[in-house]
């Protein structure tokens, strides 16, 4: 299986609920991202920790806040969120940020805000 | 920042035949770019990466080819099959100004039977 996984697989939410998405890496690896997917786009970065710390943040709307407790788990709490926001959100890991070395994507949460 | 263009966004190619796909980037800081094919409703996958210190690199029916003067780099899969039909993303980053990878917008690829 995965070295990076991901829960839920699939969220259905409303503009009002509060929700989080959880990555967890087993693989050893100091950075970690959240990417958003969205149909007919390229992969858009999110946020990018390494060793626990924000190293960059992409300019997301402040209804996305992320939380790294440690190099192996990573979460993105949602609250009033837009319908635009509904998109395929992937974490990712790697050896070391900056990105010089492959990134490992998890199976993705599918997230739908009605 | 980096900014890739990723051509074309739709290719379909006979069995067995070639297909390539272009990308090309701004930052001359950028020193790594990976590709990654992402089949249906499934995770992205690295397939094949190089680095600025080498013009090609070759895994099986899979090649990359980097023309750092020009600023691009090319994907090239020989003796398609049907299993090679998915999205390819091309990226490029990894130093500089841009650290981090900068994403191209994907081509599907369909390998017609």
């Known amino acids: 299986e995965t070295g990076v996984t991901q829960t839920p697989r699939h969220l259905v939410m409303g503009m009002t609920n509060k929700k989080s998405l959880k990555c967890e890496q087993h693989?050893?690896?100091?950075?970690m991202y959240w990417y958003k997917q969205s149909a007919k786009k390229p992969l858009e970065l999110m946020f990018v920790?390494?060793?626990?710390?924000?190293?960059e943040n992409n300019s997301v709307p402040s209804r996305f806040s992320p939380e790294c407790p440690n190099s192996s788990h990573l979460f993105l709490h949602l609250h009033t969120l837009q319908p635009e926001d509904s998109a395929l959100y992937l974490c990712?890991?790697?050896?070391?940020?900056?990105?010089?070395?492959?990134?490992?994507f998890g199976n993705g949460t599918r997230l739908t805000v009605t | 920042g980096e900014n890739v263009e990723q051509h074309p966004s739709t290719l379909s190619v006979q069995e067995g035949d070639s297909a390539v796909i272009k990308c090309t980037y701004s930052?001359?800081?950028?020193?790594?770019f990976p590709w990654y094919k992402q089949e249906l409703g499934k995770r992205p996958q690295l397939i094949i990466d190089?680095?600025?210190?080498?013009g090609e690199k070759k895994d099986q029916r899979i090649a990359v080819t980097l023309n750092k003067t020009a600023k691009h780099f090319s994907l090239h899969i020989t003796e398609t099959q049907p299993e090679d039909s998915a999205v390819y993303f091309c990226?490029?980053?990894?130093?500089?100004?841009?650290?981090?990878?900068?994403f191209g917008s994907g081509t599907q690829l369909t390998v017609l039977p």
């Open positions: 990226a490029g980053g990894g130093s500089g100004s841009a650290r981090q990878l900068t």
């Open positions: 920790y390494s060793l626990e710390e924000r190293v």
């Open positions: 190089i680095r600025s210190n080498v």
């Open positions: 930052d001359s800081a950028s020193n790594y």
């Open positions: 693989l050893g690896h100091n950075a």
């Open positions: 990712a890991s790697s050896q070391e940020a900056p990105t010089s070395s492959p990134l490992h």
